[in-house]
């Protein structure tokens, strides 16, 4: 997760407006199919180097 998260741009907001924009936008179908790719490549990416072994 700290892999997809990491190449995910980050949102902040500091105001009413902005909370709702940021939820606004990343309503979108484009933001959510980015975080998908980005969670299927780092399990991808975490799945081809295991730290131990399969039972």
Same mark, same amino acid.
């Given at each position: 997760? /700290?892999?997809?998260?990491?190449?995910?741009? /980050?949102?902040?907001? =500091?105001?009413?407006?902005? $909370?709702?924009?940021?939820?606004?936008?990343? +309503? !979108?179908?484009?933001?959510?199919?980015?975080?998908? /790719?980005d969670v =299927?490549? /780092?399990? +991808?990416q975490? !799945?081809?180097?295991p730290?131990? +072994?399969? $039972?």
């Amino acid at each position: 997760m /700290a892999l997809a998260l990491n190449r995910l741009p /980050a949102h902040y907001y =500091v105001s009413i407006r902005g $909370e709702i924009m940021t939820l606004w936008e990343s +309503q !979108s179908t484009t933001d959510k199919a980015r975080i998908m /790719a980005d969670v =299927v490549r /780092a399990a +991808q990416q975490v !799945s081809a180097s295991p730290s131990h +072994q399969l $039972e």
